[in-house]
């Protein structure tokens, strides 16, 4: 917004998008790593479903190692993951509304809220 876009729901999900995989990944979308064509965006993409445990932060890694404490925690994250990618897409159309974002979060906390 700060360049003259206009405001706009599409910018606002776009903006939350980035705002769920900076917390996620501990990344910002101006850091060193995004240059030559990399951003935040592509580099969360990439890393779907597969290396999500590789791209997130540590802090957000649980003590629990048992194979299947960690496999819920990686459905948990790629859900996540996947969200931000979905609104952060460079196509507006692409991205989903606040209400299909919320109602997903809401989807993906209740199977998943007991894991911490």
């Known amino acids: 917004y700060g360049m003259g876009v206009r405001v706009s729901l599409q910018g606002d999900v776009y903006s939350y998008g980035i705002l769920l995989l900076e917390m996620f990944t501990r990344k910002r979308p101006t850091d060193d790593m995004f240059l030559n064509g ?18 997130v932060d540590p802090i957000m890694l ?38 299909e974002v919320v109602s997903e979060l809401h989807q993906i906390k209740k199977p998943f809220q007991d894991l911490r």
């Open 38 to 55: 990399l951003s935040l965006h592509s580099y969360a993409e990439m890393a779907l479903p597969n290396q999500v445990m590789d791209i």
């Open 62 to 99: 649980s003590d629990d190692n048992t194979s299947s404490g960690r496999a819920s925690l990686q459905e948990c994250l790629v859900s996540i993951i996947t969200l931000g990618v979905l609104c952060s897409s460079d196509t507006p159309a692409e991205r989903k509304t606040m209400s």
